[in-house]
């Protein structure tokens, strides 16, 4: 029987609201806190990074840092930050608060129940704990604990609406709808409002009396309460389905993958509407989308060979229904498929598979009494998780969530609006961390507020030697300000004037190719560099400047500049020579970190993974706080399929500062 997916009810009794802090602290830890209780997650874990770093040794900082990311769904690392809080303080309650919530978010109950005792002990009545230790019991299939402590829970508070939800479903799973009715019930009279009472007494009233229209009442109560919940559409559109309401139903499918696009049920179920209305095509587009999110969705691989029999796609359903019996060489329904296939193909073969359908389908009915369903078939279920991801599984599924940005939107993913608040739900498309550039304009932010460090820029700026200052962005600013774009042509102009008259030295070739490549003549700017490297064969700037202008000529044959007179493989040459001035840089400068980050973006744009990762681990081994290089290689890691990897490092990236962190772990959360 079909049921409804019910989202996962947990209520945190820890809020930014809610943080208690020390009386006198360091006025850091306070604006780190104003931070967190407006909501600046991102910000606040940088005020709270300061503070470790100069007192390693308090709580606090830890706490509050793990609670930020907890709010940014980083739930490995505010597990981890909570602990260490707890290392400095086992007495912190809050703490362990913290870690059991998160801990139970990521379905580890037991590990949940123990922080939540430790809290209970200085806490026995505490609402929100005895009410998050009861899900966790249940979760842990305690059932009858679980219930001893909605007991407790309610004893001591018998109006908190959500434990008499809790406890309804909890009389649900000992199929005891009447108590569970008698709570929910209950629940609503103390708060109108309680959606997820809505939803467990449509479940009821959809499994246990077939009364769909009562079910799809409380259906739409509760999706007025939350339009924000994709699985409330989807629960809706399989009750207006039973209503015999398909447009309604396909409306709420449509809109729930508005709100989450890769939500593999909504795609499935739309599939099997679109196809019972013979619209085969967006069927056929919905199951490949599937799978190219998960290769070995057998049930989506079927149902596809069908479609595409019904269009006479008769090789597409061949290819499909024969990659299908490699994986189930024991389902009949299957050579029933291709039979009928290779008939219409007039293919050799035809006969044996329906021969061999009809044995298998006798042998599973022999052996079992009742032919199977498909869902047992295919080891659908929905009551369990899903399997683990194989690392194929995990390189598709990142391979569907990444969509080209524009300049706009890389720039965008640093402004204050886009830094504020939950930044992994912001729909801004993803990609690896540009490469850093040695110019004269910079765009500081709030999380960026100078330029990075580059020991050789800043020797020059010591030398005074250029009109310009010296900086180091890989965030490098369009110049459209006339009167500087103006200046910058007649620097041009000096320069070859005055190295026309006068003995050539290194920095002048440097400066003109610094105006050159600001102003977008990368080949010029190219050969200046070289004029400085031939003069001085130390300048490891200029090196380090020359693959930045090889990477941005082969950048320009890709985004259509004089794509006419760059082939693929001259664009190939000069992303490999621009590795090659990185590495001249290294040699010179073999601590330059920034040259190992270069040369791994460049290796993302060969597809050459592993030395991606090789290089930005380099970088990582110079400077330990490089968080741009922590997200490019958790970034490759998942391109990969190693998600473990990925969320590792694109957890220590979110802490240094890379929003976009936030938003690839939320999206690529198993």
Do not use: C, W
């Amino acid at each position: 029987m079909q049921r409804i997916i019910l989202p996962f009810i947990l209520l945190l009794s820890l809020i930014p609201a809610h943080v208690r802090a020390q009386v006198n602290t360091d006025q850091m830890l306070q604006v780190g806190r104003n931070a967190l209780y407006f909501e600046d997650y991102v910000l606040s874990i940088q005020y709270f990074n300061q503070i470790i770093a100069a007192k390693p040794h308090l709580a606090r900082p830890y706490f509050y840092r793990a609670l930020a990311k907890y709010n940014l769904d980083d739930y490995e690392g505010a597990i981890s930050d909570a602990s260490k809080a707890i290392e400095r303080n086992p007495f912190l309650t809050d703490a362990y608060e913290l870690r059991g919530i998160a801990a139970q978010t990521l379905g580890r109950p037991a590990e949940a129940v123990a922080d939540y005792d430790v809290v209970l002990q200085s806490l026995p009545y505490n609402r929100g704990i005895l009410f998050n230790k009861a899900l966790a019991q249940e979760e842990m299939d305690s059932l009858s604990v679980a219930l001893t402590t909605y007991d407790q829970l309610l004893t001591r508070h018998p109006n908190f609406d959500n434990a008499y939800i809790g406890r309804a479903r909890l009389y649900l799973r000992q199929t005891d709808t009447i108590a569970a009715l008698a709570d929910l019930d209950k629940a609503l009279r103390l708060n109108p409002n309680a959606a997820n009472a809505y939803i467990l007494r449509a479940d009821i009233a959809f499994t246990s009396k077939n009364d769909i229209p009562s079910a799809l009442s409380d259906m739409d109560m509760a999706v007025k309460l939350q339009p924000r919940s994709t699985s409330l559409y989807i629960n809706r559109a399989l009750l207006r389905y039973k209503s015999d309401d398909y447009f309604g139903a396909m409306s709420d499918y449509d809109y729930a993958l508005q709100l989450d696009p890769l939500n593999l049920t909504a795609l499935y179920n739309r599939a099997l509407l679109r196809a019972e209305v013979r619209d085969y095509q967006a069927a056929i587009s919905d199951l490949s989308t599937i799978l190219n999110l998960r290769p070995t969705d057998n049930l989506a691989l079927y149902n596809r060979a069908i479609m595409y029999r019904e269009l006479n796609e008769l090789p597409l359903a061949l290819q499909d229904i024969n990659k299908l019996i490699d994986a189930m060489p024991d389902f009949a329904a299957a050579y029933f498929l291709r039979a009928d296939i290779r008939t219409s193909m007039h293919q050799k073969g035809a006969q044996s598979d329906y021969d061999r359908s009809m044995a298998l389908a006798r042998k599973t009915i022999k052996r079992n009494g009742d032919a199977p369903t498909v869902q047992q078939l295919f080891g659908v279920d929905s009551e369990s998780d899903s399997p683990e991801e194989t690392q194929e599984e995990v390189a598709a599924r990142f391979s569907q969530l990444l969509t080209a940005s524009t300049d706009d939107e890389i720039e965008a993913q640093y402004n204050s609006d886009n830094i504020r608040g939950r930044v992994q739900d912001h729909n801004i498309s993803i990609e690896p961390e540009p490469i850093y550039v040695v110019t004269y304009y910079t765009s500081p932010t709030e999380l960026r507020p100078a330029g990075e460090y580059l020991r050789e820029a800043t020797q020059i700026n010591d030398t005074h030697v250029l009109d310009y200052s010296l900086q180091v962005t890989n965030r490098e600013v369009s110049l459209t300000d006339t009167l500087e774009i103006n200046r910058h042509f007649q620097a041009i102009e000096y320069y070859i004037s005055y190295l026309s008259n006068h003995s050539p030295r290194a920095i002048d070739y440097f400066a003109l190719g610094m105006s050159r490549i600001t102003l977008r003549q990368y080949t010029g700017a190219e050969e200046d560099f070289k004029k400085a490297i031939a003069l001085s064969p130390d300048f490891a700037l200029a090196y380090f400047m020359l693959g930045v202008s090889k990477y941005r000529l082969a950048s320009a044959a890709t985004s259509g500049v004089n794509a006419a007179s760059q082939t693929a493989e001259t664009r190939q040459v000069l992303l490999n020579s621009a590795i090659e001035q990185f590495q001249h840089a290294l040699k010179l400068s073999p601590d330059m970190a920034l040259a190992y980050f270069n040369m791994g973006v460049i290796y993302i744009d060969l597809r050459d993974y592993t030395s991606a990762i090789n290089a930005f681990t380099h970088a990582i081994s110079l400077k330990s706080d490089f968080g741009e290089a922590f997200f490019n290689r958790g970034y490759v890691y998942f391109n990969l399929g190693n998600h473990a990897s990925g969320a590792a490092d694109l957890s220590t990236a979110g802490q240094l500062g890379v929003a976009p962190s936030y938003r690839l772990l939320k999206r690529m959360a198993k």
